[in-house]
């Protein structure tokens, strides 16, 4: 123990004694150059020098150390000896203390009897101890000394506190301090501890910390906790000496309480503690943290670090320009210390973390227990990075489950990430290997959420950090890309995209993407499309940095296009267009403040048009990969960014194409010489027939068919090219946004082609389809396909023009859709087999379409349509959101069947078809259509007088068309660009002219109804949007609310988001009287809730309840009078009742009401009756009521505390009033299946029985154990009524055994159980409160649900052996049922009168 202090003292001075050792030896050589008075003996007649000398110590004069001619123990035993056997004992000891106060006062002298005794040769000096303690700390390990000694050194401290820097740089101040470490005994500790701590009073600051941090070395254990609560109370007086004590207090053995104390006072202190000082405090805080409040201190922990605050000079960095270099080295200086006090914090909570599994654990409930994005912190991202460093396998899986949860909960969001990476980045770097992996395991998430969150986490990592980083990123994304799941090659896709467009520093990385193309075969067109675009912009668009793939990248492009397989070729196309848009790409109207950009030089536009050329060869024997040509095209064309050379050789040469392959003129009179009769139809312009034009479609059809039949391939024939109306629809959309870059949105130039007919046949051939041949009847199909096609190619063209022709026209064209539609579904029943030509050419439909059955066909070309679909709405690329064709089956027959429109029927029981089924054969309509739903009405005089028309308007057909499409893109839409979707929204609320007000027939009722619903649906999916819970978003949200808000009351000033919301609340709100039918009751009372969900407005739940209720209360009847049914009309109910029974303020009492009130007035109704206060109760929907009423019954009582025993009076009072409501509404529902015993209502009663019982035993029972003393009679009246249902539950076993109905006795052996653990709780309960003798037990027998007897072999043989007793049960049982059945019937809520005497069965 000795030599363990002596070399942990030596620690502290080693430098010190080294350079005055040294001295001593240099003035030993250099000797001959002093007097002899210095190096000569101290040699007078004091006591102090005496009795040293005779002790074995001799002092010196000067630098040179005092010598010890003996062992250190021997000359304390010598002088102790000396002193206690002088002759002038005691008084001797103040003599020597006399004497060396005077010898002290030379502060040579004094220094060296401070410094370590030097050794002498001649010495009896042990050969184990090499190193030799001071003279005065020698003789503070004298008891009799020591107090004086002490007390001098005291005094001798001020005389040195206050003088600066001495020449010889020694501190004396600090070499007394280290007199007092380590000492063998301490005489007396109380009064050491209080001179200690008035010298910290006075002392400066410096001297205040040197014997703050020794206080452990200088005092003995029984003062650490006098002592720890005196630095306690400095710790709150003086903050800038934290660390001194905090260094002291983790040395010091402190007692639990006081340490709590101690670590609570420091918490305190946390947020005006320096950043510094950070590092200390934190590991004083976790080296104090134990199993028992490990949770408790991380969170106050969390809590009080505000590591915001640690990134302020960075933030003033840029205010600070003006400033001179001095000023400016400085805040660096201090912004590089901060980040290094940051990083050395974290280092110690990830030696706490690894070593301290508690603290661990503790940090995940922490962050866990924190439930909203407000209240999370930098810290917690940044903590869970270290655990998931520090940790092993299982806590990295730990933390990767927690930040899943978080991110999919919106706690932790992009935002927060942002501030971390932005704030706390050289930190983040030591952590970024930890930052790879869980952006590797986010990016694989099947939650889009998750997904972005970890997109994030990668785009953060290459903008922040080095080099080598940014390799391993990119490297991670080729990977992900590669991997050849769908979602995950999407997002990483997007991500480098992403850096490719805001970072110049991946054009370095270009390889690594290059090596992507090795792995097309597995990437769907749309991902190609993304991939050449990152290529071709790091090839073109870089400099010469990656300029070296671009040849790589037109071989890969020749390759491609020069392939006979559809796949290949198709890639080839994409790849071109890509390319060319990246050659052609206008630099100075992306980005026109640059000086640097000039136009596109002469060798980039030979190269660009040499490519279109290249293509346009290849494609020119394939209408479909000419389509798929010109789609591409469309789509960077409608981009706007294309260089105005290329743009124009694109419009003159698509211009020419069109009018040559697709327009002549009309000629009155036709020779018929095709399958069909060509007739000429949809003509807008009759009056300008005579010179006019038409499409020639069936012509160029027949033809077509006529070289290929129709197997859709179009031979070679030499170098004459094949033209097929299948690129007709493509064609257009070409020419069109051609003609509207080039003349700013006006389309006058080819305004002819809106009103021009289409040769077509004649369409009275539909009603005697079934009479054709096969081939005439695929041609009359494939016919209107592609009238079709052209009419919605048409409508996206002209929808946004202003004139007020071109608007009737429009609306003309939509007519035009509907009508054909309806042909088709008719063609289509009629054409078993038959295969539709293609509409979007990106990729291969390989599935037949369905075959026409009045059973649900399978699903066609779907997949394939689907990467259309994200084609068209990831770059905004067609303005055109693809959803409608990737919606599933049963989705598309749902919306079918709810209006007329999708299906058709005959008499004879025909076949139908549904066009849901074929959304992949049909061209997309852009969002800009729905910019239609601003013309309402154009009446004659609005329009042309040569427009022959008396009113055009969007009919409800029309309207139903519309909407429907709408709704299938908001739904597909749900994270795409959230400016189209408050698009949607404002063109969807703008004007209210577009329904016609008076209901001509059913068949338009039905449709208005559904586009009731549809209306509701599209807002509801809108703004259940989770993206609005993003910041970002959250401007967006106000303008899409203030859309419906305005309608209620137009602000004159702008309002809060609240108000806002309150407003819009209330102006949907007045729609419930006017929902057409029970579906759009349902949507619009999920639309409230959720517009609730986003505000805090308190009485929404109070009125969201009494808008289900008035729903519930309401009859539903169709337009043709007779109410709906049905199983859609039961679901529909079942949400409404749920919504109801959640949102009301007393679920009990408004069970209490259905059951007791609505099931009596069902009963006493007719067959087909329903109950008068809830008309949608009926004995059909009985069972919707039964189930929602059982299972909501269950979850109340589920959110009702367990009695404790800490619980208020009025507390148990309150819970047990809940429990006897609770419990009678559950014996009037029991009692129901007497009345309403079918199979489904006995598996509810059964299921959801046993779960009451079992939250019963769990929840009620501890509370009846706290309440029958006090509450007898109400816990008594309680169990009975339960009795009487738990018997019921007993008599609904027997039943189901007897039925021997396996649905229903898979519930028993359960339910039993617990019935018989009920009966032996209720006894320990009446045990615990001493009532033991009121319970007794009898066996029950088994009755059916009318009570009868159920008389098993056992049974009948006992004729007369039942004890007493038990025939008195039972005769008490039969009089209990029939005062049940009759209380059934009058009054369910009665409870049984008296029974029993705490009888449980």
Known sequence: MLAKRRLSKSMDDDVVNAKDQSRAKKSKIGGGKRTSVEEGEVDDDTVFVQLLKIAGVILKYGNQPNKLTIDQALFQKKLYQALRKHSRYPGVVQEFISGMELYVEDRDKFRSCLFPCGQSQEGELSNTINYQESLIKLLLGIEILQPPVMNMLFEKIPEFMYEGVPEDGINIPRLIINQFKWLDRIVDSKDLTSKVMQLISVAPLEIQRDIIT???????????????????SLLQQKTYLTVPILDALSSLNLCTELLVEVRHSVMSTLSAVKIDDLPVVVKFILHAVTAVDATEVIKELRKNLELESCVLPCQLQPNQDKQNKSVMGTSVNRENSSHDCVAIMFDVIKGAVRFQKVTAEAWIKAIESVDSAAEHKVIDLLVLLILHTAGTSNSKKQVEKLLRSKIRFGHIRDQLLQAVFRSHALVIREYFSSVLSLAQTLLRSPDMSVVFFGSQMYKHAFMMFDSYCQQEVVGALVTHVCSGFTAEVDISLDVLTDLVSQSSSMAAYAVFVKGILDYMENLSPQHIRKLFFILSTLAFNRGQESSHIQDDLHIVIRKQLSSTVSKYKRIGIIGAVMIVGSMACNRIKI??????????????????????????????????????????????????????????????????????DFVIDLIPEIDNKYLLPLKCMYNLDEEESEGGIVINLLPLLSNSLSITGFDGKCAKQGTKKCVSPVSLASFFR????????????????????????????????????????????????????????????????????????????????????????????????????????????????????????????AKKGNKDLKNKKKQKSEGSKNSSVDSSQTEDHAEGSQMQTENTQGKETNEEGKVFVNLANYRAYFRELDVDVFFVLHSGLVTKSQLDTELDTEVVQLGSAELVFLLEDLSRKLDYMLLANATKKVLFLKVLMAENNGVVDVLRDVKEQQRLAACYQLLLQILNTFFAWSGFAQNENRKLLKSAIGVLANRLKAGDGELGMEELFRQTFRYLQNFQSTVPTCASAVTLTQLLIVISSRSSVSQCKEKIASIARGFLCQSWVLPTGEKEKGNKYNEALEILLCIYLKHTDDVFKSVEEIAGVGVPELLNSTKDGNSLTFPTLTRQTFLVFYRVMMRELDASVKEIPAGTQSDSPEVQVEKLLRWNLAVRDFHILVNLVKVFDSRPVLGVCLKHGRLFVESFLKQGMPLLDFSFKKHQDDVQSLLKTLQLSTRQLHHMCGHSKINQDTNLTNHVPWLKKLLELFVYRVKAMLTINKCQEAFWLGNLKNRDLQGEEILTQKSEEESGGDEESQLSEDDEEEKMEEEEVDGCESDTRKATRDDEDSDSD
């Not at 070395?217 to 650490?224: M, N, V």
């Open 734 to 857: 070409l020419l069109r946004l051609c003609e509207e870059v080039q003349h700013n949105g006006n389309l006058e130039e080819i305004d002819a082609l809106l009103g021009c007919p289409l040769y077509l046949t004649n369409l009275e051939l539909v009603e005697k389809v079934e009479s054709l041949s096969k081939q005439e009847r695929e041609l009359l199909c494939s016919l209107l396909f592609h009238a079709l096609n052209w009419f919605r190619e048409i409508v996206n063209g002209f929808c946004k023009q202003q004139d007020t022709e071109m608007k009737g026209k429009v609306l003309l064209r939509l007519q035009n859709i509907t009508q054909l539609q309806g042909l088709l579904e008719k063609c289509l029943a009629a054409t078993p087999g038959y295969v539709p030509p293609l509409a979007n050419f990106d990729s291969e439909i390989t599935e037949m379409p369905p075959t026409v059955a009045p059973v649900a066909a």
């Open 214 to 232: 020794s206080l452990p070395e200088i005092l003995e254990d029984p003062q650490h906790n006098e002592i720890a609560k005196e630095l306690n």
């Open 591 to 660: 980005d026109p403040c640059s000086s640097d950009l000039s136009a596109m030089s002469k060798e980039s536009f030979r190269q660009a048009t040499a490519l279109i050329e290249l293509v346009r060869t290849c494609i020119e024997h394939s209408p479909e990969a000419a389509s798929l040509y010109c789609d591409e095209m469309a789509n960077l064309v409608q981009k706007g960014d294309l260089d105005p050379q290329v743009q124009e050789l694109i419009g003159r040469s698509v211009l020419d194409n069109f009018q040559e």
